[in-house]
């Protein structure tokens, strides 16, 4: 008999899928906070778990990792009173099955819940489970997880892999993992940078040529397309392509059949493509700058790679383990990490990727010197300065221009008229007298510390926002002027769900 876990603060809900099981013939488990839910999930053989996302002690979406890890992991529908595209995107990117905003339907619920099962109980059946090589692909965050879930899938295929993602992600190592993972890992790994060649060279190098059929063409040369025969040929940067390259390897493509430079004869490659972008080929294609049916033909499985600000959970893996890589190649006893430093390298915004983090690192390697521990100080200026610029920019932002004290036209004077507070700050009982009362509440006594009051205030405005905009969640963001993983935040700080 399957079991389904329902983890959801509203015990209506709850009640509603325990009698929804009951006439099922499902065993039901319910829990009210995420806490209880994960000890559920480790200590019960769970099939599916309905999630909530805005729980009292967390956010279901930060769990799903955590859920996912387990051996036969249950199949996870997110319920949420929010219709949040970010938060379903977040969902589907970590492995969720579903998504679905309260109140849906019950047929719908339930059609979702029975597929989820079915899928659950087929999965895997007749199939032996083969670990992943994974060299070199470090992380254990939902995005790169959820990578990693569509690199063994593709690793069992034998069609097209187009790989996107922003420079620096690690895309031609992605390509090799799939190709070491395949049933052509004994054939070659034949790697070509579309955008470091001329039209002429480009073709050259694909296709090969003949003695003679160009000017410096000494000898005949088979190609990098032949050279592939039997294993993979990734082609790195393919939109910088030619179009006249483009129409001749979709042919290329689809016969698997070619004929070199200067040759009348044709030559015949069994190879299995994988490509990879940082640019919009969709975009392309509708600007006529891609040809669109070589793209049809190139995405028919797609990997996209995050980029690293979108995985910081991994950053510290990814520091400590280069670290230790950079120690041994150059003959360096073991380096400490300083809190500072990490604290640096997870609010920077890593433009270049992890390529630009393991550059990064070396630079702060090479200025320690012979230090047994790096600190910020050792990170290059552009790194500590942009960090350093965002706090002050955010700090602009939370804080009123020019405000000296709580008598400012902006910043904080707004978010405390918006909390019902306005009156009393044009009051005259600001000025204090000699008891030392302001008028202000929590202040008519003795002074708290700046962070109490400014607490204090903040929850009092959380209140009234969630208050006044009926738990919209676009309505707060507009209301607010925050930005939503801010808002997320602050309510997360304070306990607060929606």
């Known amino acids: 008999m399957p079991t389904i876990l329902v983890i959801d603060d509203d015990p209506e809900i709850r009640d509603t899928f325990q009698s929804l099981s009951r006439r099922m013939r499902y065993d039901f488990l319910g829990a009210g906070s995420l806490a209880e839910g994960l000890a559920l999930v480790h200590a019960e053989q769970v099939d599916v778990v309905l999630l909530d996302i805005r729980l009292p002690d967390g956010n279901g979406l930060d769990a799903l990792p955590d859920i996912r890890r387990r051996d036969n ?19 589907i990117s970590g492995g969720a099955w579903d998504y679905l905003v309260k109140p849906a339907p019950i047929k719908q619920t339930m059609l979702s819940l029975t597929r989820a099962l079915k899928y659950h109980k087929e999965k895997g059946l007749g199939v032996s489970t083969v670990a992943l090589r994974r060299e070199g692909i470090l992380g254990s965050g939902p995005r790169i997880t959820a990578c990693l879930d569509l690199v063994a899938q593709a ?24 190709h070491q993972n395949s049933t052509r890992a004994q054939g070659e790994f034949v790697a070509v940078d579309c955008a470091s060649l001329t ?20 000898q005949d040369r088979p190609g990098l397309v032949k050279l592939a025969d039997g294993g993979t040929l990734f082609l790195d940067e393919v939109g910088e392509m030619p179009p006249a390259i483009q129409k001749a390897f979709l042919r290329v493509l689809q016969e698997k059949r070619f004929r070199p ?45 995050p980029p690293l600000r979108e995985r910081r959970e991994d950053i510290k893996l990814l520091t400590l383990n280069h670290l230790d890589t950079l120690c041994q190649r150059y003959g360096l006893p073991t380096k400490g990490v300083g809190t500072d430093f990490s604290d640096m390298l997870l609010a920077y915004s890593w433009p270049g990727n992890v390529r630009e983090l393991f550059g990064v690192l070396e630079r702060a ?58 009156g009393q700050l044009h009051s005259p009982a600001l000025q204090a007298g000699p008891s030392g009362n302001t008028g202000l509440p929590g202040l008519s006594g003795p002074l708290p510390t700046l962070k109490a009051f400014k607490e204090a205030q903040e929850r009092q405005y959380l209140d009234a926002l969630i208050l006044r905009t009926d738990k919209d969640l676009q309505a707060m963001l507009d209301a607010s002027g925050l930005s939503r993983s801010h808002l997320y935040a602050l309510l997360k700080k304070h306990g607060m769900g929606l």
């Open 73 to 91: 992991a249950p199949e996870v529908i997110i319920l949420t009173g929010l219709g949040d595209p970010d938060g379903a995107e977040m969902a």
């Open 155 to 178: 690793s069992r295929l034998t069609g097209p892999v187009l790989i996107t993602g922003e420079t620096g992600t690690g895309k031609e190592l992605m390509a090799r993992t799939i």
């Open 199 to 218: 039209e002429t060279l480009l073709e050259s190098t694909l296709f090969g040529h003949r003695k003679g059929s160009f000017t410096g063409a000494d």
């Open 261 to 305: 430079v200067g040759s009348s004869a044709e030559v015949q490659s069994d190879f299995r493509l994988i490509t990879a972008t940082n640019r919009d080929l969709e975009a392309m294609a509708a600007q006529g700058e891609f040809r669109q049916d070589l793209l049809y033909r190139l995405k028919t499985f797609v990997i996209s790679l």
């Open 365 to 422: 390697l090479a200025a320690s010197g012979m230090e047994p521990t790096l600190y910020a100080k050792h990170l290059p200026p552009e790194v500590r300065l942009q960090v350093m610029k965002a706090y002050i920019e955010r700090g602009r932002r939370e804080e009123t221009p020019g405000q000296t004290g709580l008598t400012g036209q902006s910043g904080q004077l707004g978010r405390l008229e918006q909390s019902g507070l306005s």
